[in-house]
C-alpha cells in the first residue's frame, strides 16, 4: 500500500488549501479514507472521514462547516477541501486508509500564518 499526500503549504488565516491523496496498492473503491493531523507537540487527531461507497462522512467539530473530505474512486484519491483556515489548523496533514490500519504516508505540512 502507498498513499501520498500533497497540497499542503503557506496560507493566511482565513484562506483555503485543498489536499490530495493518491493511494495506490489496494482496491481504493472497497475501503473508508481519512484526514488526520498532527499538530507540533500534540497526539495525532481524525480529522474526517469518507465512506468507501455512499455519502457517509465524519468530521471533527473542530472542523465541521470549514473542511470538506471527498473522494475520486476512479483515480483512487481522497481530497480534503479546507477553507476558512486558522492558526490552530497548523499541522502535518495525513490521509489513512481503513485497508492498513497502521500505514502512515509521509504527510503534507500546513501553515497558516498572517
Same mark, same amino acid.
Given at each position: 500500500? @502507498? ?7 503557506l =496560507?493566511q488565516?482565513? *484562506? ?9 496498492? %489496494?482496491? %481504493?473503491?472497497?475501503? =473508508?479514507?481519512?484526514?488526520?493531523? @498532527?499538530?507540533? *507537540? ?5 480529522v474526517?472521514t469518507?465512506?468507501?461507497t455512499?455519502?457517509?462522512t465524519?468530521? =471533527?467539530?473542530?472542523?465541521? *462547516?470549514? %473542511? +470538506?473530505?471527498?473522494r475520486?474512486n +476512479? ?6 477541501q479546507?477553507?476558512?483556515?486558522k492558526?490552530?489548523? +497548523?499541522a502535518v496533514?495525513?490521509?489513512?486508509? +481503513? ?7 509521509q504527510g503534507? @505540512?500546513?501553515t497558516?500564518?498572517?
Amino acid at each position: 500500500v @502507498q498513499l501520498v499526500e500533497s497540497g499542503g503549504g503557506l =496560507a493566511q488565516p482565513g *484562506g483555503s488549501l485543498r489536499l490530495s491523496c493518491a493511494a495506490s496498492g %489496494f482496491t %481504493f473503491s472497497r475501503y =473508508a479514507m481519512s484526514w488526520y493531523r @498532527q499538530a507540533p *507537540g500534540k497526539e495525532r487527531e481524525l480529522v474526517a472521514t469518507r465512506a468507501s461507497t455512499g455519502g457517509y462522512t465524519y468530521y =471533527a467539530d473542530s472542523v465541521k *462547516g470549514r %473542511f +470538506t473530505i471527498s473522494r475520486d474512486n +476512479t483515480k483512487k484519491s481522497v481530497y480534503l477541501q479546507m477553507n476558512s483556515l486558522k492558526p490552530e489548523d +497548523t499541522a502535518v496533514y495525513y490521509c489513512k486508509t +481503513t485497508y492498513a490500519p497502521d500505514y502512515w504516508g509521509q504527510g503534507t @505540512q500546513v501553515t497558516v500564518s498572517s
